[in-house]
């Protein structure tokens, strides 16, 4: 498989140069460094990495600047420009020439802001941060001019509140490289673009006005209405898009990574009588979950007549359920994912008359006429058709360079003479080690030898995982289960997909959901693992236990037996706790077909009660409807049954109402907003008055239903002081209501804080942040300290925590940890979060980190929720042996007592690693023998 990766990265070499072959057609440039003498360098300040001229991939003049990376800085290389350019706003792009010469990719980031983030005080969320990746090779770096956001791809201009100002510039980093890299990047001909276009074609770019541009280009935003001048633009029949139809995914290229809703509208070219070609783009992914297209059927008339139509057989869950097969398995990445699906452009030929062409876009639903890019040129227009055809290609080359494949080599294996006659290696493994479609052993015993061991207890779920490597083509092989467990069990294979992190499509290959099949395919040199599930009833009859799992060619032939044996002690796991932990997110999303959504929210409630989550977090939410003489009217909508159902699946905790579960029409988000403004006006009332009113409608219905207590989400990271002051005087308005109906409710809110000093700076967000402390009953912090559980003291507020991790040693010791110090609760992100193509990980605002996935017959459950699920029963089987301890005085409840407390010194507040040399099944062992000494021996005063 790596042969092809390699062969991928000499094509990136290669088509990197597209670009400049592009750029060179009728383009203006402005040098701005060509790091040609000592003079060039001198404008740069480098303090990482050692910098110095270099012959090699010249691309301007003679020099270009090599930097040999540093090792211990947090970048390979960090280059400081002191003397800037402040006026792009003329040009399209600022392109940077870069040859990786090391054997691997390598990350890069850039920093640029303007004369208003100074202003402002320079903050981190007021400057365009963002970042990239080079394969190996030479590739071009380019910067659209138009496109500069501030803060983060994900969260942008939150303070001020458009892009960076492209004519007032006044800082540019450059970053290549990671902590601990060796090797060199170099660069040249630093410069800025403007691309033009021949005659006879129009080639528009649709997205909101802040959009990345792709030079050469014509922007389109929501607004962009037609006139005679122009010659193109919305209607003139039917007028414009509304405000918010045009939004950037930042997702893959500069062409398609930005979109307008134009259901129902029509775009008009002044195109002169003739026949024409025409190329348009769809954005199918969209930035958030829920805004993927959704149609079954789209067309696009020209002139009033049908041109081009399409029909999707899923309709809404065509992103859920489109790749659910598909692996990223010796495959091409574009060519399977993008070409014939994200990428994949509307083409046709159309006829203009007197009045040129009138485009209209339709679809039976709302976002499902979201165009990227149109183009138009004439038949026959053979300069338009190749330079359209060179953008194309743009294209392709740029979500190439960007979307590299991260994974290294194979290292080499030699297959042991035992394993040849059976034409793989098969090896254990544990449900945290990350197993890959390269991964080899690193040590394998005998095929006689071959087999797998767990310890269990009563009441929980044991997993024995298999690592399988064929060296020759094993075809799809039988899956068998002989002499079963008297336990339930299950067998299931691994699927991989992609995974990448934040702000970069660079990606791993890696294991993503677990499939309960009879049979896996196995291809030669594509490792694949094996789980098999047993589920050890509470009343289980302790005592050694033995299963075999067998492989099996299409003919039946023996190919594999791999021993499992099951060691269940007379211990049984108690799952009683004061602690609650669960995940984010929980409804099915709108995706998921009306029909199903009932079944599949009951499947979800039982994966996760098997997985060990006690807490929900979201759910359905109730609607203020109006007000009759001075009271509510309150719809409750599907909130009783949600309940019930919730207590059906042993759900009866608190919820925490974090993407669920929500008072809609009193407030807006996480402020008073608009809708409390008409709150105000309708009901005649204060809007304190009002909001305590309409709260104690809700606390007569929910004592009265017996809903459990709602942590009502206040706050979600906020990051700018002018909504921060908002948010804070809804939470101390709220405040007296959950003082007021505590049964029902309790402000909450997600953020990170310390008292470790106390601001008065009003710009200071920590300033803030202290404020919602002391506002907030309950307190959900990412980054917490001593100081704040010290405070929480002080002040009786309860802690919990969020976006702590998805491993075993975080649901399990860390989690066990954190209670011990006070936290009373910990939610994951995320439990169903969907950005794009659920089986596609490099689409969409984020990368994908669910917890479950949608099939189209059943749920599958990711390796992470397994890894979660071992970790919360870890937790448990701790809580068993603290309850037994207690009070006890005896020397084995002291024994029991100190090796919890032992190790529990050894992990800090907030310590997301585990402690070195931490291994949680050797512990666990030490565990489980402590609960058997206790339950054998009596205790005496």
């Not at 208003?116 to 770096?141: D, L």
């Not at 139809?245 to 002169?272: I, K, P, Q, S, W």
Request: hydrophobic share 35%; proline share 6%.
């Amino acid at each position: 498989m790596r042969t092809f990766c390699l062969l991928i990265s000499v094509f990136l070499v290669l088509s990197t140069f597209i670009w400049a072959e592009a750029a060179t057609l009728d383009d203006t440039s402005l040098l701005l460094c060509d790091f040609e003498d000592a003079d060039a360098l001198a404008q740069w300040e480098i303090n990482k990495g050692t910098p110095g001229l270099t012959t090699e991939m010249v691309t301007q003049d003679q020099h270009a600047l090599e930097v040999r990376f540093d090792p211990q800085g947090s970048y390979g290389a960090y280059l400081f420009w002191n003397r800037v350019q402040g006026d792009w706003s003329d040009y399209d792009a600022a392109v940077l020439d870069v040859w990786n010469p090391n054997p691997t990719p390598i990350a890069a980031y850039v920093l640029i802001a303007d004369r208003a983030w100074e202003q402002k005080g320079r903050s981190y969320w007021n400057r365009h941060n963002a970042q990239t990746t080079f394969p190996p090779g030479v590739s071009q770096w380019v910067i659209p001019v138009n496109g500069l956001y501030r803060g983060e791809a994900g969260s942008r201009n939150n303070d001020i509140k458009r892009n960076i100002d492209p004519d007032s510039i006044v800082r540019l980093d450059f970053g290549f490289g990671q902590r601990g890299l060796s090797g060199r990047v170099v660069i040249d001909n630093f410069r800025l673009v403007k691309s033009s276009r021949p005659e006879g074609i129009w080639a528009f770019d649709f997205g909101p006005l802040s959009q990345p541009l792709m030079p050469g280009w014509t922007s389109i935003a929501h607004d962009t209405a037609y006139t005679p001048d122009t010659g193109f633009g919305w209607g003139s029949e039917g007028g414009t898009p509304w405000n918010g139809a045009a939004r950037d995914t930042t997702f893959g290229t500069m062409l398609l990574e930005d979109f307008c809703e134009a259901g129902g509208y029509n775009f008009h070219v002044d195109a002169a009588p003739g026949r024409y070609k025409v190329t348009i783009f769809y954005e199918n992914s969209g930035y958030w979950g829920g805004e993927q297209a959704k149609q079954q059927e789209r067309r696009i008339l020209v002139n009033g007549k049908e041109v081009w139509s399409e029909v999707r057989p899923d309709g809404i869950a065509h992103a859920l359920y489109r790749f659910e097969d598909v692996e990223p398995v010796n495959v091409d990445i574009w060519n399977t994912y993008m070409r014939d699906e994200l990428a994949h452009p509307a083409q046709f030929e159309a006829s203009a008359d007197a009045n040129g062409l009138s485009i209209r876009f339709e679809a039976d639903e709302s976002w499902g006429s979201k165009v990227a890019a149109l183009a138009i040129h004439k038949v026959g227009n053979e300069s338009a058709g190749q330079w359209l055809q060179k953008q194309l290609d743009l294209v392709e080359a740029e979500f190439r360079r960007k979307a590299i494949c991260l994974d290294p080599p194979t290292s080499p294996f030699e297959l042991p003479a035992e394993w040849e006659q059976y034409g793989l290696a098969a090896w254990t493994v544990g449900i945290e080690d990350t197993i890959t479609p390269d991964t080899i052993p690193a040590t394998i015993v005998l095929p006689e030898q071959l087999s797998a061991s767990r310890l269990a207890v009563r009441g929980e779920y044991e997993q024995f995982c298999l690592a399988i490597r064929p060296f020759r083509d094993l075809g799809e092989c039988q899956l068998k289960l002989e002499q079963p467990f008297p336990f339930p069990a299950k067998t299931q294979v691994v699927y991989y997909n992609t995974s990448r992190g934040f702000s970069n499509i660079a990606y791993y290959i890696r294991p993503h959901t677990l499939r309960e099949k009879e049979s896996v395919n196995l291809p030669e040199d594509v490792t694949r693992e094996i789980v098999v599930t047993v589920h050890i009833p509470p009343d289980a009859p302790p005592g050694e236990y033995q299963s075999f799992l067998k492989l099996l060619d299409a003919d039946g032939k023996l190919v594999l037996n791999v021993p499992l044996k099951l060691d269940v002690r007379p211990v049984t796991l108690s799952r009683d706790t004061d602690f609650l932990m669960g995940f984010f997110g929980l409804m099915p999303p709108s995706l998921v077909p009306k029909p199903q959504r009932q079944e599949i929210l009951e499947q979800t409630l039982k994966l996760l009660s098997e997985h060990g989550m006690n807490a929900l977090s979201g759910g359905p939410s109730w609607q203020l409807t109006g007000w009759k003489n001075g009271k509510p009217v309150i719809d409750f909508g599907d909130m009783d049954s949600f309940f019930a159902l919730c207590r059906k699946y042993r759900f009866d905790r608190a919820l925490n109402g974090y993407g669920g579960a929500r008072f809609r029409g009193l407030h807006d988000r996480y402020e008073k907003g608009r809708s409390g403004v008409r709150v105000e006006q309708e009901s005649g009332l204060d809007y304190p008055e009002a909001l305590m009113s309409a709260w104690r409608a809700v606390d007569a219905h929910a004592r009265q239903q017996d809903w459990p207590t709602i942590f009502y989400a206040m706050c979600d990271e906020t990051r700018v002081r002018e909504k921060a002051e908002r948010e804070l005087e809804f939470m101390q308005m709220m405040a007296k209501v959950s003082a007021a109906f505590p049964e029902t409710v309790r402000t909450s809110g997600s953020y990170s804080v310390n008292f470790k000093t106390r601001p008065d700076d009003e710009d200071d967000m920590l300033l803030w942040h202290q404020q919602f402390f002391n506002a907030l009953d309950v307190n959900s912090l990412n980054s917490h300290d001593v100081s704040v559980m010290e405070e929480a003291e002080r002040l009786d507020k309860e802690i919990h925590i969020y976006n702590q991790g998805r491993t075993r040693y975080s649901f399990g010791l860390y989690q066990w940890s954190e209670f011990r110090k006070g936290v009373k609760a910990r939610w994951q992100w995320h439990l169903n979060v969907l950005h794009g193509y659920q089986f596609f990980d490099l689409d969409g605002r984020e990368p994908d980190t669910a917890m479950i996935c949608y099939g189209r017959n059943t749920v599958y459950p990711t390796i992470h929720f397994e890894r979660c699920r071992e970790g919360a029963e870890d937790f448990y089987l701790y809580q068993t042996l603290w309850d037994l301890a207690g009070n006890r005085q005896d020397s084995a409840g002291k024994m029991a007592a100190a090796l919890l407390e032992d190790v529990v010194t050894q992990v800090k507040l907030n310590q997301r690693r585990p402690p070195e040399g931490f291994d949680a099944d050797e512990f666990k062992v030490k565990v489980v023998e402590a609960i058997q000494t206790l339950t054998q021996k009596p205790f005496e005063e």
